[in-house]
């Protein structure tokens, strides 16, 4: 029920004038989403490698429907990379095949992102090119994207690479096919709702292929990301790597920017490598509200994640915050559909 509400309130545009315009949805967006503008995230980016975190930074925006939009979509991301050589960050980008026009006209996106990463390598500084991730979107996508990435080796390119998502009854398979491409991988347990025909419904079997893959990429992959806030995933990896004697530096944990910020510290000063995915742009509310609605289990998690790292006291007006605008949305919703 919740999750059916979620994402009517993703596609609501009353919901959207509700929830945008309200100062204070704003202010609890604020710590999830580093800003409208590209500046404003490179700043965030600065003061995240100042903590001795790297980052991966992403562009918010949706599939597009013309050639144009793909343009514009490609132009960001390079404008991302000069600001990000520029500002000599630790830093690389995340970009959404979709919004690059994986929908529209596959030899396109392939073009674009040909492009992209054209930029990357000159932009790149003595230690190498810079880095771009494709992230990976829903089950429908799935295939279409690892195609993508194949077919950019085959031109050359060696600073790219996808994500997998645990949860995928594929995915195996996806990770033996790219760890013998020699791509980097970023591992995620997988968010968008799916058939059972597809992806496993029971989170314990979700978790325990998590471990399965995330094993698979430490022993045999390229420089695996594992992007989890699950402390039980992460406990095991660390334990994996230590047991089978897998450098710290040959892997990295990634999370949200915002979400447990006490543990991305913690992780970084035992020595592991810790980037952190930081989203900007006008864009937030489909992507704040389609977190919730791929997992509601979110909306609590990026509450707890706030009590984890801060007094009751301090956090109580965030909390409040958050849940009200949510709420106060669903009621507006509700309006509408009752024709009041």
């Not at 830093?91 to 529209?104: E, F, I, M, R, Y």
């Not at 990976?136 to 031109?155: A, F, K, N």
């Not at 949510?326 to 507006?332: E, H, K, L, N, Q």
Request: aromatic share 8%; charged share 25%.
């Amino acid at each position: 029920m919740l999750r059916q509400t979620l994402h009517r309130l993703s596609e609501s545009s009353t919901a959207e004038r509700v929830i945008t315009r309200a100062p204070i949805s704003r202010h609890m967006v604020s710590r999830f989403v580093a800003g409208s503008t590209l500046a404003e995230a490179l700043d965030v980016a600065e003061a995240l490698n100042s903590a001795g975190l790297s980052v991966s930074l992403d562009y918010l925006g949706e599939a597009v429907s013309s050639r144009e939009e793909v343009a514009q979509a490609t132009g960001m991301a390079i404008t991302c990379l000069e600001g990000i050589a520029e500002r000599e960050l630790s830093a690389n980008v995340s970009l959404k095949p979709t919004q690059l026009g994986l929908a529209l006209d596959e030899e396109l996106c392939l073009q674009g992102v040909a492009a992209i990463l054209e930029r990357a390598r000159a932009l790149g500084d003595g230690e190498g090119e810079i880095f771009v991730r494709l992230d990976m979107e829903s089950s429908d996508y799935v295939e279409r994207t690892i195609v993508l990435v194949e077919r950019l080796w085959e031109m050359g390119y060696r600073n790219v690479g996808t994500v997998l998502q645990s949860y995928l009854h594929r995915t195996p398979e996806d990770v033996e096919r790219l760890n013998a491409l020699g791509s980097r991988v970023r591992l995620v347990k997988g968010a968008y709702k799916e058939p059972e025909q597809v992806a496993y419904q029971d989170k314990a079997k979700v978790d325990e292929m998590f471990i399965r893959e995330m094993e698979m990429l430490l022993r045999d992959g390229t420089y695996p990301a594992i992007a989890t806030h699950d402390e039980a995933m992460i406990d095991a990896g660390r334990r994996y790597a230590f047991e089978h004697g897998i450098d710290k530096s040959s892997f990295e944990y990634q999370m949200l920017y915002g979400v447990r910020r006490d543990f991305q510290a913690r992780l970084r000063e035992e020595g592991y490598n810790v980037r952190v995915y930081v989203p900007f742009g006008d864009s937030w509310y489909p992507y704040l509200m389609r977190r919730l609605a791929e997992r509601p289990a979110n909306l609590m998690f990026m509450a707890s994640s706030v009590m984890a790292e801060s007094p009751l006291r301090k956090i109580a007006s965030p909390l409040a915050i958050g849940v009200g605008a949510v709420a106060g949305a669903i009621g507006a919703l509700s309006w509408r559909r009752n024709g009041r």
